[in-house]
C-alpha cells in the first residue's frame, strides 16, 4: 500500500505511521467476491480509506448472510461471545486480539 509522504516535515509525531493515500482496488479488497477481511482489517487499522461503492458491496454481503442466517442459531462450543461495541473499529480490533482468528474460532 501506497503510504503518504511527509513532504514538509512537519508531522507531530513521526513515530506513527503515515496513513495510506490511496483506498484499497477492488481486486485486492474482493478476492473471488468475498472480502480480504485481513487486509481490510490491516488497512483500517492503519487509517486506510475504502470507496464508496466498496462499502456499499461490503453492507450488501453482510445483509445477503443476516438475512439468510435463522434467528436461531445451534452452534458448539468454544464460542466467542460478544456485545455490541457500538461500531467502534479499534474495539473490534481488541475483541479479534483477545478471541483470536475468526478463521480459526467461532464468534457470536
Partial sequence: MDLLEDPKGDRQVN???TPPH?????????IDEKPNWKLLKEHLFKEGRITKSQLMKLVDICNYHLKNEGNVIYVDDPLTVVGDIHGQYYDLIKVLEMGGDPEQGKYV
Fill in 15 to 17: 513515530t506513527i505511521p
Fill in 22 to 30: 490511496r483506498p484499497l482496488s477492488d481486486e485486492l479488497l474482493f
